[in-house]
């Protein structure tokens, strides 16, 4: 059994094809099955972006206070 080389792209040149699961860097085709149907997963596994947006959003969080 051989394995591929192990490759490494930034997350936001990620995306996830919706028709065959494949992961490539393309943003207009998939480079398993040429489908257009693609999902940037920056958008959806970027936690430092929603963290910055949780803080820009105006709430803030304080300690529960228990009697």
Not at 52 to 62: D, I, K
Request: net charge negative; charged share 15%; aromatic share 6%.
């Amino acid at each position: 059994m051989t394995y591929p080389k192990m490759q490494h792209m930034p997350l936001g040149h990620a995306y996830l094809c919706q028709d065959c699961n494949a992961i490539g860097n393309c943003a207009t085709q998939c480079p398993a099955c040429a489908s257009e149907v693609l999902m940037g997963l920056a958008g959806v596994l970027d936690r430092e972006s929603r963290a910055e947006e949780e803080t820009e959003s105006g709430y803030s969080y304080l300690t529960a206070m228990v009697a």
